[in-house]
């Protein structure tokens, strides 16, 4: 097969005494030198699936790099690049062109001897053939040489189809007027009539269902044309339509700010040079970034190259889409998670097909197949979301801008509150700072303050969720006719279950967090594993009765505050509610409408939304956030508040927002109340070189974990001394090993290391070595999970 065979292309391969998928990643006439490797181990291809590669060489690139960087399994990467769970069913069709069939009609079967007219041949015979089957026929080679000598000839169509039952192409129903009916001739009713006069208006053919409504008949009247052979039908299939059932914004026009058209002049420039660079839009909340991307967009667009743009939350893909179809119509796709298999098998096609040019979407857009790419749009770059949790960790930032680097694309980085590693590489030149410094129209950003529970607990004599101050806000936001938006930063009903008698928390037991009581459904739950269970009547401990709910979630302050203000119309926007995507959508186009009064939610609420009539936004409780033992925490909370506060007073109205906090002086606070990054900028720097974290330092996280704490610390303190025997120029400090800030979950223990070093290279190097090391002793490579980069190091 080695002559048809090309990179990216699936093969069918024995694996043990199995046949498995595999991708082709490079190809060599020889084994490399010291491979370790006997010529005659080498097991044969079973299979050769694609004609095409499903994996594009750009792609197959980019995901090597990000195994290399992130030191993950390619394998891995390249499955998260994939339209998810089908790829092993997506096979290869051929069909004719109108010249392949023009061709294949001329041809007469005695004489078709080449492999390319036989090919011809089959394919008129069949409609559609699978690249398998044209293999059976004509052998593997032969067939994959002519359906590309097809191909290239414009012959021949090769796509992609899957034979999943998750993502069947869907059919409908098709009605076609026969060619030879000549109707004006014959006695027909008037329904009839008007049914194929419709359907002669649509060049001849129309799907059933549109035919009925169109020209307004009944089935059985179709049926009867059927019958006289005047019509006939079809079965065709459909595009799933992510966007079909959504009302579409209309297209906005505005005249270019001036500082809008200064960035947009200087991104376009660099798209007209077509040569990597990468730009920081800072932009204050409200102050027009969209317009900007829209019309990057459109020059990517009218130079002939392709644009992605990717957005941190499923919840704001719905959001940006409809506007992008707005501008953009079919030519744009979306991908993200909450898309059915179909849909997204639908719309990975249209891209590496080449019908769709724009691409937004939530991290793994990032691998989305398109060709030419000119421009790539990250917007809140600075979202811990574009960092995937789960193995392989990759940040789908960093990699959109290796992605473009290799394209030759312009790179727009978006936010409000840009990461402190953005800024930094802003000041120091490596990217070009663009700035909106003020809101569109002049509007002046939400006037922020601090109130200080300390006093509010002085004063009532007990912990209270809702200062006096909040309160009275919400009333009188309510009374002048405008919403206010509650956040909390924290889900459930409450945080945990206290025992009066015994003291106990209830505690999850696989992880070392207490579990969260949910009251619509009277679980008590643990966040991270899903462990549920019925809520308690009595202490698990002590078999104490009294058991009381401390800390407050999201659904607790809805329920309270239906109480205090019993007229307001409050809807609850969380994790919970997004898992079921249509009353999530339905809560937030209410809200929008001006039918619900208040939101009530967790932080997603503080993202990317625009709400002209929001003038109010409580944050309940910040304090959970700033204590947390990461280097990040005063950054994600410093974030926090200023989107939050990004909410309020994006119309006419002014806003205001209001932060409870029990550490009233804390820096992040502070700057974020007068919306001064610069100022935060500077006193979190100084931090993070004195403490040497990103971005003075390249920072690692190596993960032990196991259910068998005895092997877990034995496997922790082997790979401690292969580090310290490789880290041979004390090129990198190495941490730990120390229990996890969480220590325990899922049932399994967590030891951690730390390394970090001013050489990332030298880091790389240092992990491999003693990663390897340490399994050559017999330590098992699942139990270390390695993190480049963390972002969070929990
Ligand atoms: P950001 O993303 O920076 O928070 P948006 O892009 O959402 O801000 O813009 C805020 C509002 O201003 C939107 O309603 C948008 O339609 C409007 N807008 C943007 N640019 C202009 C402009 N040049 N003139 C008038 N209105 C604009
Ligand atoms: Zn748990």
């Not at 401690?720 to 223990?749: F, T, Y």
Request: aromatic fraction near 6%.
């Amino acid at each position: 097969m080695s002559d048809v065979a090309q990179a990216g292309a699936r093969v069918v391969v024995p694996f043990g005494r199995k046949l498995l998928t595999g991708y082709i990643v490079g190809l060599r006439c020889q084994l490399k030198e010291n491979s370790g490797l006997n010529e005659t181990e080498i097991k044969e291809v079973v299979e050769l699936i694609d004609a095409v590669p499903l994996v594009t060489p750009d792609i197959l690139a980019l995901t090597h790099w990000v195994a290399e960087y992130y030191a993950a399994p390619w394998g891995e990467v390249l499955k998260a690049a994939l339209p998810p769970g089908i790829t092993e069913s997506i096979e290869q069709l051929l069909s004719l062109t109108g010249k392949g069939s023009e061709a294949a009609t001329q041809l007469r079967p005695e004489r078709a001897v080449t492999n390319k007219a036989q090919l011809l041949l089959l394919v008129r015979a069949q409609g559609q053939l699978s690249l398998r089957a044209a293999a059976r026929a004509l052998g593997q080679t032969q067939a994959v040489n002519a359906a590309r000598a097809l191909a290239r000839e414009g012959a021949l169509l090769i796509t992609q189809a899957t034979r999943s039952a998750l993502a069947k192409e869907k059919m409908q129903r098709v009605v076609r007027l026969q060619a030879n009916s000549d109707f004006d001739r014959l006695t027909l009713t008037e329904t009839q009539r008007r049914a194929l006069q419709t359907l002669e208006a649509s060049a001849g053919t129309l799907p059933l269902k549109e035919l009925l409504r169109l020209a307004d008949v009944s089935e059985s009247t179709i049926k009867t044309l059927q019958k006289k052979t005047l019509i006939e039908f079809f079965d065709a299939p459909v595009r799933r339509d992510p966007l079909s059932s959504a009302a579409l914004p209309l297209p906005e026009t505005h005249l270019l700010t001036g500082s809008q058209a200064l960035a947009l002049e200087e991104i376009t420039a660099q798209l007209q040079r077509a040569a990597y660079s990468t730009f920081l839009l800072h932009g204050v909340t409200g102050s027009g970034k969209t317009e900007v991307y829209i019309r990057a967009m459109q020059t990517a667009l009218e130079l002939g190259r392709s644009a992605m743009m990717l957005v941190p939350e499923i919840a704001l893909t719905p959001v940006f889409s409809r506007r992008l179809r707005a501008e953009f119509g079919d030519q744009v796709a979306i991908f993200h998670s909450s898309l059915s298999t179909g849909e997204r098998f639908d719309e990975w096609t249209r891209v590496k097909n080449g019908q769709a040019q724009i691409v937004i979407g939530t991290r793994s857009a990032v691998f989305a197949p398109v060709s030419k790419l000119g421009l790539v749009i990250v917007d809140e770059e600075h979202e811990s979301t574009y960092r995937q949790q789960d193995s392989p960790h990759y940040n789908a930032r960093d990699t959109a801008i290796v992605r473009a680097q290799k394209a030759e694309a312009v790179v727009l980085l978006g936010s409000a509150t840009p990461s402190l590693e953005s800024f930094h590489n802003a000041r120091g030149g490596k990217y070009h700072y663009l700035s909106l410094p003020e809101r569109i129209g002049k509007r002046p950003l939400a006037s922020a303050s601090i109130i200080d529970m300390r006093e509010a607990f002085a004063r009532q004599g007990k912990p209270a969720v809702f200062s006096e101050e909040l309160l009275q806000a919400i009333e009188a936001t309510h009374q002048r006719g405008e919403q206010s938006i509650i956040l909390l930063n924290r889900r459930g009903y409450s945080s945990f279950i206290l025992c009066r008698s015994c003291g106990e928390s209830i505690q999850c037991p696989n992880c070392d967090v207490t579990l969260t009581y949910h009251q619509s459904e009277r679980v008590i739950v643990c966040h991270y594993c899903n462990h549920r269970r019925a809520a308690p009547k009595e202490c698990p401990n002590c078999a104490g009765k009294y058991i009381y709910y401390v800390g407050e979630g999201t659904e607790q302050l809805e329920e309270m505050l239906g109480q205090q203000f019993p007229d307001l119309r409050i809807a609850r926007i969380d994790r919970d509610t997004t898992s079921r995507r249509r009353v999530f959508e339905k809560s937030l186009v209410d809200f929008s409408e001006g039918a619900l009064d208040m939101l009530v939610g967790t932080q997603m609420l503080a993202k990317g939304h625009d709400f002209p009539n929001v003038t109010l936004v409580g944050v309940v409780s910040v304090d959970a956030g700033l204590a947390l033992p990461d280097f990040r925490s005063a950054e994600r909370t410093f974030q926090l508040i200023t989107q939050v506060a990004g909410r309020a007073g994006r119309g006419e109205r002014p806003g205001q927002v209001l932060i409870q906090t029990y550490h009233p002086e804390h820096y992040a606070l502070l700057h974020a109340c007068q919306q001064d990054y610069q100022g935060f900028y500077e006193e979190e720097i100084r931090y993070r070189q004195n403490h040497s974290y990103p971005p003075f330092v390249a920072l690692a996280s190596l993960l032990v974990h196991g259910s068998d704490l005895p092997k877990t610390r034995a496997t922790a303190l082997a790979l401690r001394q292969q580090l310290d025997a490789a880290n041979e120029a004390r090129a990198c400090r190495i941490l730990g090993p120390a229990p996890a800030p969480l220590a325990r979950l899922k049932g399994e223990h967590r030891i951690q290391l730390l390394l970090k070093s001013r050489s990332r290279r030298r880091l790389r190097q240092l992990i491999d070595a003693g990663v390897g090391r340490t399994l050559d002793r017999g330590h098992p490579a699942r139990s270390i999970n390695i993190e480049i980069d963390p972002i969070t190091i929990m």
